[in-house]
């Protein structure tokens, strides 16, 4: 493996500034190392050699030319296949959208071409986002790299395995329940879910609109927050991006401190229904942040233990909404019924429909057009719009008493592919530390806290702020990341076993 | 066919085999037999799950749509250029004379 690809994002910039090493050379070396380990890893959907190489020798010639430039100029990056990226295929994971290249890009997607940051190919992930494991892609599942025969997580797998593999020194994820801390947590690697609002949605195919989120996926807290500070702000595109200024989350990154922060311990997210060693990583870290100078103080969020029930009936019912423009009238696949001479739009939508989705998302559909049908409306998204009210009350009060909130992001640590994949109810537990913050449009942040004692697999410490208040994730996360990486010795990922290469 | 009731019967178990095939149809996915044998029972345990919701007393409290305040945004409004035809229909299943082509939108007799 070229050292190349075991560097950060950051010391990739460094190197890139003195002049060290070329982005074609930075660029190159992943593709190499995609070449390698991707045909056991399976985190791309869509590598584009040929694009990322061109975008390289674009971003040399512009440090070249131009004494201003963007810090990550020339760092490739991965993205998730549910932004649209011009030209290039994107699927969101489903047969439906199979073969489909769109004809704009994200506002993400625009400010990683603007920032000179080669794109290196699609990541893959579970349909439309809908999954904890990536096993509900339409194209395969991902495998963790700490052990193939485990999840990377979802609906972010691929992203989080791209980096966690060294495929990828930065990637974007999606968090509308966790898909991008999840993964991170089971593979080892920082994700962040900004406050909503916070990264346009604009040419984010939508899951549910009112929960969706992008953010930025890394091996370290400092390489998040570069790739947040690119991707985020204002949108003119999206309405409901936050018209703010917001402060660098790299230098908070940098000036990283904790000293006299009170830390809020949430009472409901943890204990019970979490396994064993991630409890124990979990209790470790809170040790090392008041070793630290940081107070604990244990608050109570009564209405998470409604959290999962209220998610599960507001997203499916957005999902049966916005999934609704797959019609196969203007994009994507169309398919006629069987034995109907001369079928109706409908009878072909239906047909469609039929084909192209996969099980999770009928399942979902089907749930959210119930939630939302006359009779059942108001014992059901109605209550659960009520809910999400009770759940942004617990938020505040919490914040009343604490700076951050924490929990342990994942309740366990990687599940073997197939284990949960036809039991909906235990594939959805695994969201059930991350959702709140969806729910409230608040920020949050898993990064590793180590290896569980009895599988030797990674484990998640999920960090959340009250909403605008990102920077903060990212002065404790850096801080934390920082006593973490002193207790093990060096990164966590070093620990993580070394992947058969194919020449 | 399982009809609306009041919220109360409607938590006891909505959801049968006939309902899953009503809610399918609605939302324009056909299925196969063998897809309602196997979807219809989870969708009846994530119902029953979900329906915890109800166990909350919250007549009082106002529902949120949306997690932080929302306000009607507007621009100008001024041309701003768009992508060109041919742009449009490239991804399109068919196309005819700049147009999306779409199978029969009325019954035969129309």
Redesign the interface.
């Known amino acids: 493996m070229s050292d190349l690809v075991r560097l950060s994002a950051a010391e990739l910039a460094s190197a890139l500034a003195a002049g060290d090493v070329s982005s074609v050379e930075v660029t190159r070396a992943h593709l190499d190392r995609i070449g390698a380990v991707d045909s056991a890893v399976h985190a791309f959907l869509h590598v584009d050699p040929v694009g990322a190489l061109a975008q390289a020798a674009a971003a040399d010639a512009r440090r070249a030319d131009d004494d201003d430039f963007p810090e990550l100029l020339g760092v490739p990056v991965a993205v998730k296949d549910i932004l649209t990226t011009k030209g290039l295929p994107t699927t969101a994971g489903s047969r439906i959208l199979d073969g489909?290249?769109?004809?704009?890009d994200a506002t993400v997607v625009t400010r990683l071409r603007k920032g000179g940051q080669p794109i290196l190919g699609k990541t893959n992930m579970d349909e439309f986002a809908m999954g904890s494991s990536t096993e509900h892609s339409a194209f395969g599942p991902s495998h963790n790299p700490w052990d193939l025969d485990r999840i990377p997580g979802g609906s972010g797998g691929g992203s989080a395995a791209a980096v966690s593999a060294f495929e990828a020194p930065l990637a974007i994820g999606t968090d509308t329940g966790g898909s991008i801390r999840q993964p991170g947590a089971v593979t080892g690697t920082v994700g962040v879910k900004p406050?909503?609002?916070g990264v346009s949605r604009y040419g984010l195919i939508a899951l549910a609109s009112?929960?969706d989120q992008a953010g930025p996926v890394a091996r370290t807290v400092l390489d998040a927050a570069l790739l947040h500070d690119v991707i985020g702000g204002h949108d003119?595109l999206d309405?409901?991006s936050?018209d703010t200024q917001w402060p660098s989350m790299a230098a908070a990154a940098r000036a990283g401190d904790v000293a006299g922060l009170r830390v809020g311990v949430v009472k409901e997210l943890g204990g019970e229904g979490y396994q064993v060693g991630v409890q124990a990583r979990f209790e470790e870290t809170l040790t090392l942040l008041v070793d630290a100078g940081a107070e604990l103080v244990e608050v109570s969020c009564p209405?998470f233990e409604?959290a999962l029930?209220?998610y599960?009936?507001i997203l499916p019912s957005e999902a049966?909404s916005n999934l609704?423009k797959f019609?196969?009238?203007?994009?994507?696949?169309?398919v006629a019924?069987e034995g109907v001479a001369?079928?109706?739009?409908?009878?072909?939508?239906?047909?469609t429909?039929?084909a192209g989705?996969g099980?999770e998302v009928?399942?979902r559909?089907?749930?959210g057009?119930?939630?939302l049908?006359?009779?059942?409306y108001?014992?059901?998204y109605?209550?659960?719009?009520?809910?999400?009210?009770?759940i942004?009350r617990d938020f505040e009060a919490a914040f009343a008493q604490a700076d951050v909130l924490v929990s342990p992001t994942a309740p366990t640590t990687a599940f073997r592919i197939g284990e949960k994949v036809d039991d909906?109810?235990a594939m959805y537990l695994n969201d059930i530390a991350t959702i709140p913050a969806?729910?409230?449009?608040?920020p949050g942040m898993s990064l590793p806290s180590g290896l569980a004692r009895e599988d030797g697999l990674p484990t998640g410490f999920q960090i959340l702020a009250p909403?605008l208040q990102d920077a903060r994730l990212y002065a404790v996360g850096a801080a934390l990341e920082a006593m973490l990486v002193d207790r093990w010795g060096g990164p966590l990922l070093d620990m993580a076993p070394e992947l058969t290469v194919e020449d | 066919m399982t009809?609306?009731?009041s919220?109360?019967q409607?938590?006891t178990s909505?959801?049968t085999r006939d309902?899953?095939l009503r809610?399918?149809?609605?939302?324009?996915?056909?299925?196969?037999d063998a897809?309602l044998d196997?979807?219809a029972p989870?969708?009846a345990?994530?119902?029953e799950?979900?329906?915890?919701?109800?166990?909350?007393a919250?007549d009082d409290?106002?529902?949120?749509?949306?997690?932080?305040p929302?306000q009607?945004?507007f621009?100008e409004d001024e041309t701003r250029p768009s992508?060109a035809p041919e742009?449009?229909l490239?991804?399109?299943?068919?196309s005819e004379q700049q147009r999306?082509s779409?199978?029969?939108?009325l019954?035969?007799d129309a």
Not at chain 1, 100 to 104: E, L, S
Not at chain 2, 102 to 105: L, T
């Open positions: 489909w290249a769109p004809p704009y406050t909503y609002g009112s929960l003119p309405s409901t936050i209405h409604l029930a209220a599960y009936l049966s609704a019609d196969a009238m203007r994009y994507g696949m169309r019924p001369l079928p109706s739009a409908e009878e072909v939508m239906r047909a429909r039929e989705f099980d009928k399942r559909i089907i749930l057009t119930f939630a049908s006359s009779g059942y108001d014992a059901y109605g209550q659960a719009q009520k809910v999400r009210t009770l942004s909906p109810l969806n729910l409230a449009g608040v909403a | 009809g609306p009731g919220p109360a409607a938590v909505p959801i309902e899953v809610l399918a149809q609605l939302a324009r996915i056909d299925l196969t897809e196997h979807l989870q969708l345990v994530i119902v799950s979900v329906a915890a919701v109800s166990s909350v919250a409290v106002p529902p949120s749509s949306h997690a932080l929302l009607n945004v621009r992508l742009e449009v490239r991804g399109a299943p068919e999306f779409v199978p029969r939108i019954g035969e």
